[in-house]
């Protein structure tokens, strides 16, 4: 069993930044962050390849956000810049079931609680 734990989550100001941590209990060779936002389908937010360190973003943050990792430490990170309404969610790191980054959740097999995210005008 794969423990995720998610950190980071606050309130900010549009315009703002932040960054979130996601510490895996062992090393996951994929790892990914999607958001859930009140009364929308969780969505992909991006993912990396342990290994070879690529990342992948969906095109809403493409450009704002960048994920990170730090093999040492099992950990995922997600930065977050130029914040916008729109980003106010819940966000969640998930372990793929696979070696490569998908945007599907039904990818992913073990999922962390996840964090608040919340942007205000």
């Known amino acids: 069993q794969v423990q995720l734990v998610e950190s980071g989550g606050g309130l900010v100001q549009a315009g703002d930044s932040l960054k979130l941590s996601c510490v895996a209990s062992?090393?996951?060779?994929?790892m990914g962050w999607f958001r859930q936002a009140p009364g929308k389908e969780r969505e992909f937010v991006g993912g990396?390849?342990?290994?070879?360190?690529?990342?992948t973003y969906a095109d809403s943050v493409k450009g704002r956000f960048t994920i990170s990792r730090d093999n040492a430490k099992t950990t995922v990170f997600l930065q977050m810049n130029s914040l916008s309404l729109e980003d106010t969610a819940v966000y969640y790191c998930a372990a793929s079931r696979y070696a490569r980054v998908s945007a599907y959740s039904t990818d992913y097999r073990y999922w962390g609680q996840g964090t608040q995210v919340t942007v205000s005008s």
């Open positions: 062992q090393l996951i060779s994929v």
């Open positions: 990396i390849n342990w290994s070879g360190g690529d990342a």
